[in-house]
C-alpha cells in the first residue's frame, strides 16, 4: 500500500477561515497518525482575487497554530499545462467533448429550468454531434461526458455509503472557452500527481468528489480515500461564512486565545475519542482516527473557545504562559519595558486568576505596565472623604513598614477596619483604586507587594488623595 498522503488546498482569496483551518488540522492528524505527508497545495487560479497577502496568511495560520505541512507548498496554478494535457486526453479517449454553445443559449436553458422549478443541467447539446457541425471562428468549452445511466457510490469514510443518481450530475466544463481549467479538472489532476491517498474536507465538496471520481476513472487511474467532514455552523445553526465574526484566526489571536487551546478545541469539534476532552498533541496524533468524525455538524460555541482557554492559563507551565503573554503583548498591545517584565512575571501567578484570554492577563497587569495611573470618573466618585482618610492613614503606616509582607499588611488594613469602624472592601476598594485606577483587579496585597514600596508611596500620594 501506498504511504499515506493528505493534503490541505485553500483558495488564497481571502483570510483562512476557522472551517479551514479545522479541515487542515484533522488532514495532518491523520497523516501523522499513519506515519504518512502532509501537503499544502495552494490554489491560486483565480487570478483576479488571488493575493500574496492571502497566501502568508494561510501559511502563517497553520504555523501559529502548529501545523507543519512536508516538502514545499503546492502552487497549482504553476501545473495549469499539466491539467489541460489531461483535458486533451479526455478529448482522445471519448470522456470530454466541445461544446459551442452560446453563454446567451445556456442562459436561456437555466431560465426555463427556473421557470419549472427544477435544478439546471445542461442539456448535453453538443454531446454526441460530430467536429464537422462546429461553427467556424468559435472558441469551445471542453466538457466531461458524465456517465447518463445508473447510480455511482461513494464509501465514504466518515458519511458511509453516499448514493446519487448519474443523470444529476451534468456534463462539467472542465476547460473554459479561454483556455484555462476549472477547479474539479485541476483538483483532481492535482491529486492524482501528488499521489494523494486521502481527501478529507468539507461535506460540502460531496458533489465534486463525484465529478472528480468520474475524471480519475476514466484516466485509469488509482482512486484515492475520500472522507467528507460536517461544516461548522454558527451557535444559531447556521452555516459559519467569512463574515462571521471570529471566523478567522486573527480574530481568536487578537483577543489572546492561545494556538494549544485553539487546537485542542477544534480537535473536539465534531470528533471525539472515548469521554477525553484535554489532548496534548503527542496524544491527538496517537488517538486521531476517521471514525470518531461524527456525521452532523457542530456548532462554534466561543463560551468553549474561552473555558479552555482558560483551562490552559491556569494548568500550563507558568513559564510558557509568561512568554506567550509576553508575545502576544508585543504583538497585539505594546512592548512592556524591561524593569516591568520581571513585576509582570513574578505577579503572574495571580494575575491569570479568572483571566480567560492573554488580553484578560494583560489587564489585569495594566497597573503594573504603566508609569502613571489613570482614573476614570465613575471609580473616583467611590473615593469620598472617608475613603480619602483611609488612603491617608495607610500611607502613613504603610511608610514605616522596612520589608512590606503579607503579615505585616494584613496589621495595618485589621487596624484600619477598626479605626474606621468598617469592613475590608471600605478599606481595600479605596486602596485598589489609587494603586491600580480601577475597583477591579487583583486582591490589594497581591497589588502593593507586586509594587515597589517607593512606587506604593508615589501612587498613594497622587491627586486622588
Known amino acids: 500500500m501506498s504511504k499515506v498522503a493528505t493534503r490541505f488546498a485553500p483558495s488564497p482569496t ?12 484533522f488532514n495532518w492528524l491523520y497523516s501523522k497518525n499513519q506515519n ?29 497554530i502548529g501545523i507543519n505541512f512536508d516538502g514545499e507548498e503546492y502552487v497549482q496554478s504553476k501545473k495549469i499545462e499539466d491539467h489541460i494535457k489531461v483535458a486533451h486526453e479526455l478529448l482522445k479517449r471519448g470522456s470530454a467533448y466541445k461544446c459551442y454553445c452560446s453563454p446567451e443559449e445556456i442562459e436561456d436553458q437555466k431560465k426555463r429550468a427556473k421557470q419549472k422549478k427544477i435544478p439546471y443541467i445542461y442539456d448535453r447539446k453538443w454531446r454526441d454531434k460530430k467536429e464537422t457541425d462546429a461553427p467556424k471562428n468559435k472558441k469551445p468549452v471542453i466538457r466531461f461526458k458524465s456517465k447518463i445511466d445508473g447510480t455511482s457510490i461513494l464509501k465514504d469514510l466518515v458519511q458511509g455509503d453516499v448514493e446519487i443518481e448519474n443523470n444529476t450530475i451534468e456534463d462539467f466544463v472542465i476547460i473554459r472557452n479561454d483556455g484555462t481549467p476549472t477547479y474539479n479538472l485541476s483538483a483532481a489532476v492535482d491529486d492524482h500527481q501528488m499521489d494523494m491517498t486521502h481527501i478529507i474536507r468539507g461535506d460540502d465538496h460531496k458533489i465534486n468528489t463525484f465529478k472528480q471520481i468520474q475524471i480519475y476513472q476514466a484516466m485509469e487511474w488509482e482512486l ?21 465574526k471570529a471566523s478567522t484566526l486573527d480574530d481568536y489571536s487578537k483577543i489572546g486565545i492561545m494556538p494549544v487551546a485553539l487546537r485542542n478545541y477544534l480537535l473536539r469539534l465534531g470528533w471525539s475519542y472515548k469521554d477525553k476532552e484535554i489532548f496534548t498533541l503527542d496524544e491527538s496524533i496517537k488517538h486521531f482516527n476517521l471514525k470518531g468524525i461524527g456525521k452532523s455538524p457542530s456548532k462554534l460555541d466561543m463560551s468553549r473557545i474561552l473555558s479552555m482557554n482558560e483551562h490552559y492559563i491556569k494548568n500550563m507551565n507558568e513559564n510558557d504562559l509568561f512568554d506567550q503573554l509576553i508575545k502576544y503583548c508585543n504583538q497585539f ?95 481595600g476598594q479605596p486602596l485598589r483604586i489609587a494603586l491600580t485606577g480601577s475597583k477591579f483587579g487583583p486582591g490589594i496585597y497581591d497589588i502593593i507587594l507586586s509594587l515597589s514600596k517607593e512606587e506604593v508611596g508615589k501612587r498613594l500620594e497622587a491627586k486622588i488623595i
Open 14 to 25: 481571502g483570510p483562512l477561515h476557522i472551517g479551514g483551518v479545522r479541515t487542515a488540522l
Open 36 to 64: 504518512g505527508n502532509f501537503f499544502l497545495r495552494i490554489e491560486d487560479t483565480d487570478k483576479e482575487r488571488s493575493k500574496e497577502e492571502y497566501r502568508k496568511q494561510i501559511i502563517n495560520s497553520l504555523k501559529w
Open 224 to 244: 484515492p480515500s475520500f472522507a467528507h467532514i460536517p461544516l461548522i455552523h454558527t451557535i444559531d445553526g447556521k452555516k459559519l461564512s467569512k463574515r462571521d
Open 333 to 427: 498591545k505594546k512592548e512592556i519595558k524591561s524593569d516591568k517584565i520581571d513585576k509582570i512575571k513574578r505577579s503572574l501567578s495571580f494575575l491569570k486568576n479568572k483571566a480567560k484570554t492573554l488580553e484578560d492577563i494583560f489587564n489585569n497587569g495594566q497597573y503594573i505596565i504603566v508609569d502613571e495611573v489613570s482614573f476614570s470618573q465613575e471609580d473616583l466618585k467611590l473615593v469620598d472623604e472617608k475613603a480619602k482618610k483611609v488612603i491617608s492613614d495607610f500611607r502613613a503606616q504603610f511608610v514605616n513598614i522596612d520589608q512590606p509582607s503579607r503579615e505585616t499588611l494584613e496589621t495595618v488594613i485589621n487596624g484600619l477596619i477598626k479605626s474606621h469602624d468598617t469592613n475590608f472592601k471600605g478599606v
